[in-house]
Structures are given as structure tokens and as C-alpha cells.
């Protein structure tokens, strides 16, 4: 096991709700990277939390957001939202001292109706 | 931004074959290439990575190539099992500051006992 976990493991959402999204990130990391995965796709990359700012953001739109908290943890919230959003979302943690390996979190597998 | 292609989308083989997966990258100034391994409802894994200055790497049965002047790297895998059965996703990011990687779509390896 990498350390990361995600919650909820599956979540079931109408159109236009919202949505929250955790990670905790493996002991000893501070980055963690949010990504989306489509059925039969491979991740894209949404955004990348480092000491608690953004460092990074994919070509995704704001109503996608998050947080990274001190202890290294994370949210993705996603606002208003849409049937193409339905996907596992997966967030992976690293650490630049520990060469950028980022090591994945189960997922959580969004349905939006 | 980086763009990276993943061939084949699957790739069917039988057990004992090697089996090899290659992709190619756009931006020259990647540095790092990881691979991982995602069985049906789990987590994406890190088989094996190679960074820039190597040209191969080696681990027991699996290995990774890398050529940077064409931009092109591959997994190759020996004396495949029916266990190897996955979908393959490989990655190029540049490591250090907001090591993003970019991921192919995947190759769907199926090993047929």
C-alpha cells in the first residue's frame, strides 16, 4: 500500500450539485496532484497543491477547485456540475525530496445524473 | 504544452511473449518518463521509470528504452504472465519545480494463458 487514501470511493451527484473530494497524502510527501480519468482514457491533470498553493493547473475550468491544508492533505471541489464530469478522479502524492515519484490514491468514482 | 502518444491501445499476447508498448513525447525538455501498470478497479502503480540521462533501465522482467533524440521511449516486458494483464500508461513531465506529467491514453495488455 502507497499510503494514499482517498474518500469517498464512490459518489453519486445530479446535475448542478456540487461536490468534495478528499486525499491524504502519504507521510512525508507535500505535493499532491489531482487528476481526472475518463473510461478508457488515461489521467489528466487537473491541478498540483505544494505547501498548501497551487503549483500548477491543468485545462480544466474553475468551477474546479481545491485546498491542501498543512497537514499535506487535499480537497477537489467541483462546482455546478455536469454529466461529462463523471469519472474517477484520482489524486497522487510526492515530494521533490523523494524524486517526484507520485504514488496514486484508489480513486474516488464520481457518477453525475 | 506536452503531448504524448501511446501505441498500440491493445495489445494482445500470449503468455510467455514479450510484449513491448511505445510512446513518443513533443517537448524536448522533458526529463522524466514513468510507467504504471493499472489493473481493472485499482490504483495506477509505478512499474518503472527511466529519467534522461540513461538510454535504458532494467528491472527483472520489464525494461524501459529511451531515445531523446526521436522523443520516443517503450516498456518492454519478457516472459509475460497471465498477471500482467493491465492497461499500461506511460508519462513525461520534466522532474523538479511542478513536476506535471502528461500521460498517454493507455495500452490494454491482455495475456492469454
Known amino acids: 500500500e502507497t499510503g494514499v487514501t482517498q474518500s469517498p470511493t464512490h459518489l453519486i451527484k445530479t446535475r448542478g450539485q456540487q461536490v468534495t473530494l478528499r486525499c491524504s497524502s502519504q507521510?512525508?510527501?507535500?505535493?499532491v496532484s489531482w487528476y481526472q480519468q475518463a473510461l478508457g482514457q488515461g489521467p489528466q491533470f487537473i491541478f498540483q497543491?505544494?505547501?498548501?498553493?497551487?503549483?500548477g493547473r491543468g485545462n480544466f475550468p474553475p468551477r474546479f477547485s481545491g485546498l491542501q491544508f498543512p497537514n499535506y492533505s487535499s480537497e477537489l471541489n467541483v462546482n455546478a456540475l455536469e454529466l461529462d464530469d463523471s469519472a474517477l478522479y484520482l489524486c497522487?502524492?510526492?515530494?521533490?525530496?523523494?524524486?517526484?515519484?507520485?504514488?496514486f490514491g484508489a480513486g474516488t468514482r464520481l457518477s453525475v445524473l | 504544452g506536452e503531448n504524448v502518444e501511446q501505441h498500440p491501445s491493445t495489445l494482445s499476447v500470449q503468455e510467455g511473449d514479450s510484449a513491448v508498448i511505445k510512446c513518443t513525447y513533443s517537448?524536448?525538455?522533458?526529463?522524466?518518463f514513468p510507467w504504471y501498470k493499472q489493473e481493472l478497479g485499482k490504483r495506477p502503480q509505478l512499474i518503472i521509470d527511466?529519467?534522461?540521462?540513461?538510454g535504458e533501465k532494467k528491472d527483472q522482467r520489464i525494461a524501459v528504452t529511451l531515445n531523446k533524440t526521436a522523443k520516443h521511449f517503450s516498456l518492454h516486458i519478457t516472459e509475460t504472465q497471465p498477471e500482467d494483464s493491465a492497461v499500461y500508461f506511460c508519462a513525461a513531465s520534466k522532474a523538479g519545480g511542478s513536476y506535471i506529467p502528461t500521460f498517454g491514453r493507455g495500452t490494454s495488455l491482455i495475456v492469454h494463458p
Open positions: 507521510s512525508g510527501h507535500n505535493t
Open positions: 497543491y505544494y505547501r498548501e498553493e497551487e503549483n
Open positions: 527511466i529519467r534522461s540521462n540513461v
Open positions: 497522487a502524492s510526492s515530494s521533490p525530496g523523494a524524486g517526484d515519484i507520485q504514488y
Open positions: 517537448d524536448s525538455a522533458s526529463n522524466y
